[in-house]
């Protein structure tokens, strides 16, 4: 339905946008549609991960992805100029970080007294969009995911400054840590000063690219959310190197894609490079799509966007090069807003806050 509205004849796109559909039907059928793709796919990610078809620490990615790209998509079904629309999927992610804090705090005796089907509704989700399958997991990354969006979808709504912030969140992060995990496991399989010793322990102790702590088993079945699993300190995509002591120092030498800033865990560069890559045709993407409905005006300049959005989304990506563990996602999204909004202000870029009625938002 998202993906053919761009699709739809002329005639029927402008009764959407001109009222002709009561906006607060069109608004309840947006967020429905957006509720019903991200159960979907937390379904779908969390069915694999059980049976082992996708590694955990790669579902909670697919996850990430997913329900970013449905939500961007999905605002092209919203009327244009109306706020209780993205008050309404404000408040429906706020809904989310509710349900991620109680399942995170329910005391164990309460989760295991939840009716069968709810318990295991829940048990998928912790699974699909945990790394370590720890349910308290839930209030790190996952809790400030949803808090940005939320936050963001407030303030700019379909604005082309939200395009840019959420291509940096939704897919350049998302597909940095499975690039950087599979290129920096290439990297140590090729590394040829490795003993075959240290390669036959490597391959038994790597989940998707990254070492396991201490043993831990790569994939993460439901039943540990009722165990006193804690969470793991690893950062996004520091895919070969460990940490013992908390500190993000690594007990690995770095490979030849590897580097590490400061003490907050190890990068790889083409995890850097696929951010960077990744975000840019995304925002590129969601621009064509938006101004294609109409959200923007008719003159809007696309070119200059796209070099903005390069320049934002290359801020981001240092910004994520240099993020502590389990707060990459505030980092990243306020490093892009803060460098457009600049440019917005600064009256280089001021069509970032431009809405589809060619005002400021």
Known sequence: ??????FLGSNKRAMLSNGHVAPLCQTCFGV??????????LELFAMLSRRGLVPTVLSRKLTHIGSGTAMTTALVLFPHDYWPARLAVSLFLIGFMLLFAAVA??????????????????EGMVVAMCR??????LMHGTFYFAFVVATFVLLFWTAPINVIIFASLFIGDGIADPAGRLASSWASSCHTCRSP???SAHSRSTEFGRPLAHGVAPLVDAARLRNGARPSDAADHDSSVSSTDGSGKADKPLNFLQYQVGYFGVKSYPGSAAFFLGGWCAAAGWGLLFNHCGLWRSDFPMASFLKVAALCIGVATLAEAISPPHVDNLVVTYAAAAMAFCLAQSGVASF??????NCAV
């Open 105 to 122: 705090h329910m005391p164990e005796e309460q989760l295991s007294a939840l009716p069968p089907l709810v318990r295991s509704r829940l």
């Open 132 to 137: 370590s399958g720890d349910r308290r997991e």
């Open 32 to 41: 429905a549609v957006i509720l019903g793709m991200i159960i979907a796919q």
């Open 197 to 199: 010793i240290s390669a």
């Open 1 to 6: 339905i998202v993906f053919a509205f761009p």
């Open 352 to 357: 970032l806050l431009l809405n589809s009625l």
